[in-house]
């Protein structure tokens, strides 16, 4: 799956924090003018049953389109529990490595047996790895590899919302991945962007594109698809096709 999980180079998934039904197709509608690979939903600020009718009311109006849960505050084997077999992916906090157990990949291989034992979903799990809010993990590129063998696709972050990841350690943990898709999950700008192309493979982004929590810029979400797409860094490029 190198080279971006769509064959063009790296994948954008513009995060929308869900509020209502309204305002999430509003933003999807959006992220998908805006050139988008496809948008995860989250409850930052809702209930997961809130979520859930966010997608439920969604998923009609984008059947084709690539679309995808995360459930603040679960396990990645709690989160499978909630998610519906239409979901195109599904994003976790912490795909299960702890550096400090005695089996460090313990509970990503749990999360994969009983991924393996649902069959209805063909989704991808984006699993934290070296991810905000989890233990300090002093090799990243460590956890990576260790993550691989479980995860569809590693994800990172800086230290906190909207704060870019190191570019150390993202070229870190590419190189222990290799082909393996690597995602990044915080920090990520039209104005930023240029240091990551090349190292990696899918960008999950809220903060740097929108206007608040809860509403994407319309402008800055195709400054950020447009320059990725055209491998270009520097001033936005707005007048390439996204078609």
Not at 106 to 124: D, M
Request: charged residues 15%; glycine residues 12%.
């Amino acid at each position: 799956m190198g080279g971006g999980l769509f064959g063009r180079g790296a994948s954008v998934f513009v995060v929308v924090h869900a509020e209502s039904v309204p305002q999430v197709l509003r933003n999807l509608v959006r992220s998908h003018e805006a050139g988008a690979d496809g948008a995860f939903l989250i409850n930052h600020a809702i209930s997961e049953a809130q979520l859930l009718d966010c997608y439920e009311a969604a998923r009609p109006a984008w059947p084709q389109r690539w679309l995808g849960l995360s459930f603040m505050g679960r396990t990645a084997g709690d989160a499978l529990d909630l998610l519906p077999d239409s979901a195109s992916g599904l994003w976790t906090g912490n795909a299960g490595i702890s550096m400090e157990a005695a089996d460090p990949a313990q509970g990503a291989r749990l999360f994969q047996e009983k991924r393996a034992g649902r069959s209805g979903w063909r989704g991808l799990h984006f699993g934290g790895v070296a991810f905000k809010h989890q233990e300090q993990v002093s090799d990243p590129a460590a956890a990576a590899r260790l993550a691989q063998p479980y995860v569809d696709v590693v994800t990172t972050s800086g230290a906190a919302t909207g704060v870019p990841a190191p570019l150390a350690k993202i070229a870190a943990m590419k190189a222990a991945l290799g082909d393996h898709p690597l995602a990044v999950a915080s920090g990520v700008t039209p104005e930023n962007i240029g240091q990551y192309l090349g190292l990696v493979d899918c960008f999950l982004v809220a903060t740097g594109i929108s206007d608040s929590p809860t509403e994407l810029n319309p402008a800055r979400a195709t400054d950020l698809v447009s320059i990725i797409r055209a491998g270009h860094i520097g001033e936005p490029v707005r007048q390439i096709d996204l078609s």
